[in-house]
């Protein structure tokens, strides 16, 4: 079956190809068009061109991916923070943020240099995303403290709280707790992401001399439960990094103790159900 699966995907390629190219023409498009005319587009539109392109993307680079927990992610708006492997991590999250219709829609907090990139400019400007100056720690803090109408426009807020791409396949990286400012603001859960294998899966985008450098085959996703803000008002933000920093490291070496030792099947027990439904 796992043969007739490689064929059938190699004789739609040409097809998802085209597809994926009219894609990203249409959200070019669509950009110029928001851009001039704010009003015109309704929200549900926009991001419908940007999943469409993002499923055929992750199509085109054949990743396998197994999902766990975003049937359980809440319905009110959240501050989603992820661990950061590959310039990939925001397609795939992406996807599948929208096809769970209970989660309401979502900005991605990205750095000021992807505005160089045409295509994923248009892209994530199609979505409302936040762009912050790494090179300027106080504007970047002063932009997380500044999101305080997640709960009015009913959108939740998706970053990588690494602030960099980590290449090490056994390594979290320290993370950035002037983020979390944004769920302080908002009183909103605090959803954590636990990303593993997406590290080259971008061909040399995703290369980097002298680090650790693994392909995974599968990649895997998992939602943990969501932290509610009366289990973390009161706690100190710097605490609070740290001990999401914690979570998220022990589930993600958990991941890769078991790829290594070729027990994938014990990763997720019960993977998330393919959505019955998306949003249009």
């Not at 995974?216 to 740290?242: F, G, R």
């Amino acid at each position: 079956m796992s043969v007739l699966k490689k064929i059938l995907h190699w004789l739609a390629y040409p097809f998802v190809g085209i597809a994926f190219l009219w894609s990203m023409m249409r959200v070019k498009q669509k950009a110029k068009t928001y851009a001039k005319y704010p009003n015109s587009m309704p929200l549900e539109v926009r991001y419908e061109y940007v999943y469409k392109m993002a499923k055929r993307a992750i199509f085109l680079r054949n990743i396998k991916i197994e999902t766990y927990g975003f049937e359980k992610n809440p319905q009110v708006p959240a501050l989603y923070i992820a661990n950061h492997k590959s310039t990939f991590d925001p397609i795939i999250l992406f996807k599948y943020l929208y096809e769970y219709p209970q989660t309401p829609y979502f900005k991605f907090v990205a750095k000021k240099e992807l505005n160089q990139n045409d295509f994923v400019s248009c892209a994530l400007k199609l979505v409302d995303t936040i762009f912050i100056d790494r090179e300027n720690p106080r504007s970047v803090i002063e932009v997380y403290r500044n999101q305080t109408n997640m709960i009015k426009e009913r959108r939740s807020i998706v970053l990588f709280i690494e602030g960099t791409r980590i290449y090490d396949i056994d390594k979290i990286g320290p993370f950035h707790a002037g983020a979390l400012h944004i769920a302080f603001n908002n009183l909103c859960p605090i959803v954590p992401v636990v990303m593993y294998g997406t590290i080259g899966n971008n061909g040399k985008y995703d290369r980097k001399e002298n680090v650790k450098y693994v392909k995974s085959k599968k990649v895997y996703v998992e939602c943990l439960p969501a932290i509610k803000s009366n289990d973390y008002m009161t706690t100190n933000i710097n605490q609070l990094s740290d001990s999401l920093h914690d979570l998220i490291e022990t589930k993600y070496l958990r991941i890769h103790k078991l790829v290594q030792e070729k027990r994938q099947k014990e990763i997720f027990e019960e993977p998330d159900q393919k959505p019955k439904g998306i949003r249009f």
